[in-house]
């Protein structure tokens, strides 16, 4: 194991240039040298320092929503069909109707489950039925709500979106390298390393930015069997009855650009939606005009243009005497999408600068007081070959750091730890190598043989040892959160590079020097 071809020489030399070429990289004094990668190993959250937000999603207002769907989708198909009931109404998540003929059950139960997309299951005691609604009867009364295998799925779909749409509204502020991860069933931990000041993010955040466009009641006649709903303008504070009915929803927006309306130079947000949106609103606008077209954010009218001409090209405009910082904030909001459920900022806290650089410069402390004892120790328990081991492990650490430059890592404070314990578990590599040695030579005359069986005895255990904790490394990884994952990358990153080191390149140093001395005797 201790020859070396010229290739394999030249691969690894070549290798170590190019880890020593992105690990110089990291360093400001070379960032005017446009020869290096723009690439640094980022600073997490505990080491620049930067805002710590905690959200928490309402599921309730969804669930409302959803029931108020189903409502309508029941009662226009009611309607439709000339079915005979009464008293259909929804409270507290459960829709009800009376039927005025018992004998009409079954033809309740097929009308209901054509209603929508949904499936519904009957089931007299509400138990878990793996549908997403439920419902009983009580002699003429149906009550139908929602399974609780329905709201559990709910629920995860609506944290999942809600992170990705959260993610999204970060990514659109232009914050490097964010943390957002999920706490719990219905909380978000965002963690925005370097800013200091989170009052524009919390204003992004904290909004739904659910866009409906629904047409301002005109007469008292409900040609869809929907219903009215008042709801508050935003210019007065007055209340507007707008139908139930919804035209096109934010669901459908590809774009959305800030702007100026030309006549009065107000700031406006030019919109753009996809082809099923250009559809339902070229249809509405062609079938209404004449008539006020509410555009409603977050339960609250924008403003209500009234159609002059059919709108067939699917753009338009909102105007609702913005600021140019409310235009773009409005714009950024829904080129990200809606929120699927109300989120509020229950937790918020800010990490300084100073405290950073102190996390950085003890950090940094622990590293070279650890690495200096264990440079001692090498250089006292095996003269020239602890030498080389030292040689080795600097360049472990270099190849380290250069692999998570690669890969755009974020390094915390457990991450250095995790770099520390790398710097141990790389020397136990090199001690197995070497009190593996010293035993084959007091039975072996020959330093190259006694030398080379001492890699090929302890390759199976240095790879035992290492593989069980690369193992837990992965376990850590997919069960912890932020820190132990950052904890858990660099410890199993450590762990590759640490035998790669010491296969290789002390291997080829420690080759060269026994070669050398074949007929001397090697001291420890």
Do not use: H, W
């Amino acid at each position: 194991m201790l020859n070396f071809s010229r290739l394999k020489i030249g691969f690894i030399l070549a290798s170590l240039l190019i880890f020593f070429y992105i690990f110089i990289g990291n360093f400001n004094f070379v960032s005017k040298y446009k020869i290096f990668l723009d690439k640094k190993v980022n600073l997490g959250l505990d080491l620049q320092g930067g805002s710590y937000l905690l959200l928490e999603i309402d599921i309730n207002p969804l669930l409302i929503k959803k029931t108020q769907e189903k409502y309508n989708d029941i009662k226009k198909i009611f309607d439709e069909k000339k079915f005979d009931y009464k008293n259909l109404i929804f409270s507290n998540n459960k829709i009800q109707f009376e039927l005025k003929n018992l004998n009409q059950k079954d033809d309740a139960i097929n009308l209901i489950n054509r209603a929508g997309k949904d499936n519904v299951f009957l089931n007299n005691n509400l138990e878990n039925t793996k549908k997403d609604f439920v419902y009983r009867i009580e002699k003429n009364l149906i009550v139908v709500q929602f399974s609780d295998d329905y709201i559990k799925n709910l629920k995860k779909d609506t944290i999942n979106q809600s992170i990705e749409i959260v993610r999204k509204r970060v990514d659109q502020l232009g914050t490097k390298e964010p943390s957002i991860q999920q706490k719990g069933d219905n909380r978000i931990i965002v963690e925005l390393p370097g800013l200091s000041d989170p009052s524009n993010f919390k204003n992004i955040l904290g909004k739904t930015a659910q866009l409906n466009f629904k047409f301002l009641k005109s007469n008292s006649i409900d040609k869809d069997n929907i219903g009215f709903e008042k709801i508050k303008n935003k210019a007065d504070g007055s209340f507007i009855e707008v139908e139930k009915k919804l035209i096109v929803s934010g669901e459908n927006l590809i774009d959305a650009q800030p702007g100026f309306e030309r006549d009065t130079n107000q700031s406006i947000v030019s919109f753009k939606f996809d082809s099923v949106g250009a559809k339902k609103f070229a249809n509405a606008t062609k079938d209404n005009v004449g008539r006020p077209l509410a555009i409603i954010l977050d339960n609250e009218i924008l403003s209500s243009p009234v159609i002059r001409e059919p709108i067939l090209t699917g753009s338009g405009q909102i105007s609702g005497g913005f600021s140019v910082e409310e235009a773009n904030q409005l714009a950024v909001l829904l080129r990200a999408g809606a929120l699927p459920a109300p989120m509020k900022i229950i937790e918020e806290r800010t990490v300084g600068a100073d405290l950073g650089e102190d996390s950085i410069r003890y950090g940094l402390i622990s590293f070279i007081t650890g690495f200096l004892l264990v440079f001692v120790y090498m250089i006292y328990a095996y003269k020239l070959l602890g030498f080389f081991a030292n040689i080795s492990l600097l360049l472990n650490v270099v190849i380290l750091i250069s692999i998570l430059t690669l890969f755009g890592s974020t390094l915390t404070l457990p991450g250095i730890a995790g770099i520390i314990l790398t710097v141990g578990m790389a020397i136990d590599t090199n001690v197995i190598i070497f009190e593996r040695a010293k035993e084959e030579l007091k039975i072996e005359k020959s330093n190259i043989i006694a030398f080379d069986m001492a890699y090929k005895k302890s390759l199976l255990t240095i790879i035992d040892s290492n593989l069980t904790t690369f193992i837990a490394g992965i376990i850590l990884f997919y069960l912890g959160s932020g820190p132990i994952k950052g904890f858990a990358i660099t410890l199993c990153v450590g762990l590759v590079t640490s035998f790669f080191t010491a296969f290789t390149v002390n291997r080829l140093m420690v080759g060269k020097y026994v070669k050398n001395n074949k007929d001397k005797l090697i001291s420890f």
